[in-house]
């Protein structure tokens, strides 16, 4: 007979496991609470305008890359479109000069030698950083619980890698920007990466995703990618129930044996797969009655992804005078902007220009987001009158400086949204609005996170909150991982077939 599995979450890594689960042969039930699926993955209309809510860069976008074959089996590979930026991010100035990061690490690397001939050495250092990460693929076949000899033999051919990769690691940008003696690029790339804190690799990461070409946008946004998944797992047969919130899960005997909705039915499976928030799942869906000292100590002392306020604005024109780019323009405020208790003095700016799904045609989306503190806005939201205000405030403002930078942009603006960190809880659980649950760190990159909990069988936790740093890749990559350590525990070969 047809095992069962139970998913609690319908986003990317609740579809992923659903195509997974059902291509091996399993009844599987999604159940999300939400009238959509996708999860943080996922857009919102506004007045004819798309504000696209989580498509910045997708790993994988090329057949070249590893992540490629999860979303050719997954059903979006053979039907999306992609975009591939020419510019990683531009970083203006307050002399009004544009320093610009280039995705082709060539032209980037003879941009920066003609604006500082005298660094040659590490500018090539530099971009030899990004090429040599543009050509490395972390291994993601399987999950690391299911690793044999054989697989070690492959990490020890990857020790030059792994070495470069630990290298980097240690090595922060503002301590690998010191070393530029021309003070303008030391000073913009600095500030391009945000300060002193990203450790090196993710920059050289990112960037070698975008020369390689690996890491596009793909057209129709967030939800369009969804709708993909969502199709492929209906086609497969699997079950999805919307406005399903979980509550409970049941245990019988230290074993998962199904979950209670918040309308007070239950539903029974062989196991029982949360692809939702880490603290929901653990301290109120199993009341805290699986954890250990890891756990505890982990969530006590979270280190999060910082959440966000995201201005989303619909302008009549094509606003072409700021050329497309993977994270945006920055530039300075003459007046800063304070966002929960915070002073911004620099505004970063998003143009979608590119897509013309998600505006009308002649009008174009701009976003504006600042990293904020969560406390401040669930303490706000119980003041529904403020709450609104100061949305209104912040969007004001925002449009303001983007008026004084682009004089009569202001003219132009036909719709403004504003979301808060309590927004994403709402519509996702995700605790404190972290958007991509834990923070990547060094010690994160070295240990892996389990993915199940101390006394509780038949039970997985799946997605950003058992692989840090999260993302749309590792939601698919997690997804197929679950399902195979199931199939391991039920003595059957993992298989995967494509649509
Ligand atoms: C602004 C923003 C920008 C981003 N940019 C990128 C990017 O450029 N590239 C990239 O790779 N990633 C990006 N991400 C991150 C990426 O979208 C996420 O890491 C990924 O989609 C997480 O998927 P998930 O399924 O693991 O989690 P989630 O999307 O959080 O899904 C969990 C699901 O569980 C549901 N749920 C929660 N509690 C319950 C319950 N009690 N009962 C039933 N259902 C429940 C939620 O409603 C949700 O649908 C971005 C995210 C945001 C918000």
């Given at each position: 007979m047809e095992k069962s599995i139970i998913i609690i979450g319908g986003g990317l890594t609740g579809l992923s496991a659903g195509c997974y689960g059902r291509m091996n042969g399993y009844k599987t039930s999604i159940f999300e609470?939400?009238?959509?699926?996708g999860g943080v993955c996922t857009a919102w209309k506004r007045k004819g305008y798309t504000i696209d809510g989580a498509m910045n860069w997708l790993v994988g976008t090329s057949p070249k890359n590893s992540f490629y074959k999860f979303w050719e089996e997954l059903g979006a590979a053979q039907h999306w479109k992609i975009y591939n930026h020419d510019l990683y991010s531009s970083f203006e100035d307050k002399d009004g000069k544009v320093f610009n990061i280039i995705c082709d690490a060539d032209r980037f690397e003879k941009y920066l030698l003609e604006l500082a001939p005298e660094d040659e050495d590490i500018i090539r250092e530099f971009t030899k950083g990004i090429r040599d990460f543009s050509r490395m693929d972390m291994p993601s076949n399987k999950p690391s619980e299911l690793n044999g000899w054989l697989d070690k033999i492959k990490v020890v051919k990857m020790l030059p890698m792994l070495m470069i990769m630990k290298k980097w690691m240690k090595i922060s940008a503002g301590d690998f920007c010191k070393r530029f003696k021309n003070p303008y690029l030391r000073q913009s790339l600095t500030s391009a990466f945000g300060?002193?804190?990203?450790?090196m690799m993710l920059i050289f990461w990112m960037l070698g995703y975008q020369h390689s070409k690996s890491a596009g946008y793909v057209i129709g946004g967030a939800l369009e990618h969804v709708r993909f998944l969502e199709e492929r797992y209906r086609a497969l047969g699997g079950e999805i129930h919307l406005k399903a919130r979980v509550e409970k899960i049941l245990v019988e005997n230290n074993k998962a044996v199904g979950i209670k909705l918040a309308d007070g039915t239950e539903h029974r499976a062989d196991w029982v797969v949360s692809a939702a928030d880490g603290r929901t799942t653990i301290f109120e869906m199993l009341e805290g009655k699986y954890v250990d000292e890891t756990i505890k100590q982990r969530y006590d002392n979270p280190k999060l992804f910082s959440p966000l306020v995201y201005v989303g604005l619909g302008v009549s024109?094509?606003?072409?005078?700021i050329p497309p780019s993977v994270s945006g323009l920055s530039f300075p405020l003459d007046t800063p902007i304070t966002v929960a208790g915070k002073e911004h003095s620099r505004l970063g700016l998003l143009t979608y220009?590119?897509?013309?799904?998600?505006?009308?045609?002649g009008k174009t989306v701009l976003k504006v987001q600042f990293e904020t503190d969560y406390d401040y806005w669930e303490k706000l939201y119980k003041e529904p009158e403020k709450y609104k205000a100061e949305k209104e405030r912040i969007a004001d403002d925002v449009i303001a400086a983007l008026d004084n930078r682009f004089p009569g942009l202001a003219s132009k603006v036909e719709m403004r949204d504003v979301a808060t960190p309590v927004t994403w809880v709402r519509y996702t659980g995700n605790w404190k609005g972290s958007y991509e649950g834990w923070m990547f760190s060094a010690e994160t990159f070295t240990s892996s996170m389990r993915k199940t909990l101390p006394g509780l069988d038949n039970f997985y936790m799946a997605g950003q909150w058992v692989n840090p740093g999260g993302g749309m890749p590792t939601a698919a990559m997690s997804g197929n991982h679950t399902i195979q350590l199931i199939c391991n525990k039920d003595k059957k070969k993992f298989v995967t077939t494509k649509p």
């Amino acid at each position: 007979m047809e095992k069962s599995i139970i998913i609690i979450g319908g986003g990317l890594t609740g579809l992923s496991a659903g195509c997974y689960g059902r291509m091996n042969g399993y009844k599987t039930s999604i159940f999300e609470m939400h009238d959509i699926a996708g999860g943080v993955c996922t857009a919102w209309k506004r007045k004819g305008y798309t504000i696209d809510g989580a498509m910045n860069w997708l790993v994988g976008t090329s057949p070249k890359n590893s992540f490629y074959k999860f979303w050719e089996e997954l059903g979006a590979a053979q039907h999306w479109k992609i975009y591939n930026h020419d510019l990683y991010s531009s970083f203006e100035d307050k002399d009004g000069k544009v320093f610009n990061i280039i995705c082709d690490a060539d032209r980037f690397e003879k941009y920066l030698l003609e604006l500082a001939p005298e660094d040659e050495d590490i500018i090539r250092e530099f971009t030899k950083g990004i090429r040599d990460f543009s050509r490395m693929d972390m291994p993601s076949n399987k999950p690391s619980e299911l690793n044999g000899w054989l697989d070690k033999i492959k990490v020890v051919k990857m020790l030059p890698m792994l070495m470069i990769m630990k290298k980097w690691m240690k090595i922060s940008a503002g301590d690998f920007c010191k070393r530029f003696k021309n003070p303008y690029l030391r000073q913009s790339l600095t500030s391009a990466f945000g300060g002193d804190l990203l450790p090196m690799m993710l920059i050289f990461w990112m960037l070698g995703y975008q020369h390689s070409k690996s890491a596009g946008y793909v057209i129709g946004g967030a939800l369009e990618h969804v709708r993909f998944l969502e199709e492929r797992y209906r086609a497969l047969g699997g079950e999805i129930h919307l406005k399903a919130r979980v509550e409970k899960i049941l245990v019988e005997n230290n074993k998962a044996v199904g979950i209670k909705l918040a309308d007070g039915t239950e539903h029974r499976a062989d196991w029982v797969v949360s692809a939702a928030d880490g603290r929901t799942t653990i301290f109120e869906m199993l009341e805290g009655k699986y954890v250990d000292e890891t756990i505890k100590q982990r969530y006590d002392n979270p280190k999060l992804f910082s959440p966000l306020v995201y201005v989303g604005l619909g302008v009549s024109g094509r606003f072409e005078e700021i050329p497309p780019s993977v994270s945006g323009l920055s530039f300075p405020l003459d007046t800063p902007i304070t966002v929960a208790g915070k002073e911004h003095s620099r505004l970063g700016l998003l143009t979608y220009g590119y897509d013309p799904t998600l505006a009308p045609e002649g009008k174009t989306v701009l976003k504006v987001q600042f990293e904020t503190d969560y406390d401040y806005w669930e303490k706000l939201y119980k003041e529904p009158e403020k709450y609104k205000a100061e949305k209104e405030r912040i969007a004001d403002d925002v449009i303001a400086a983007l008026d004084n930078r682009f004089p009569g942009l202001a003219s132009k603006v036909e719709m403004r949204d504003v979301a808060t960190p309590v927004t994403w809880v709402r519509y996702t659980g995700n605790w404190k609005g972290s958007y991509e649950g834990w923070m990547f760190s060094a010690e994160t990159f070295t240990s892996s996170m389990r993915k199940t909990l101390p006394g509780l069988d038949n039970f997985y936790m799946a997605g950003q909150w058992v692989n840090p740093g999260g993302g749309m890749p590792t939601a698919a990559m997690s997804g197929n991982h679950t399902i195979q350590l199931i199939c391991n525990k039920d003595k059957k070969k993992f298989v995967t077939t494509k649509p």
